[in-house]
């Protein structure tokens, strides 16, 4: 299973301490609820991201593959090819998952 080493969440002091006070309330681990943050996250946006990876892909010439791989690496996608026909409500949720 893979894993992210996020190091240090910046946190306000009372955000932290709240959280950890929510946590040991409930019994949880903090690891336990950030895997479920992240796995909610993922789930609640996957569908949006994966309409802007494939605007991508269409827009690049590439594969879904090939965009999905070039953002995880935060490489550039390159050059949009010269006859595509730009969506403009597509465009802002690709120029989002670049600020991502």
């Given at each position: 299973m893979a894993g992210l080493n996020l190091g240090v969440i910046p946190l306000s002091d009372r955000d932290s301490d709240y959280f950890r006070v929510m946590v040991n309330a409930h019994g949880w681990t903090a690891r336990t609820v950030m895997s479920k943050l992240v796995k909610d996250f993922v789930q609640e946006n996957k569908e949006e991201f994966d309409a802007a990876v494939t605007y991508a892909s269409r827009k690049y010439g590439l594969t879904f593959d090939e965009v999905f791989h070039?953002?995880?690496?935060?490489?550039?996608?390159?050059?949009?090819?010269s006859n595509f026909s730009v969506d403009p409500e597509m465009e802002e949720k690709l120029n989002g998952l670049a600020k991502k």
């Open positions: 070039r953002l995880l690496e935060k490489k550039s996608l390159g050059e949009p090819l």
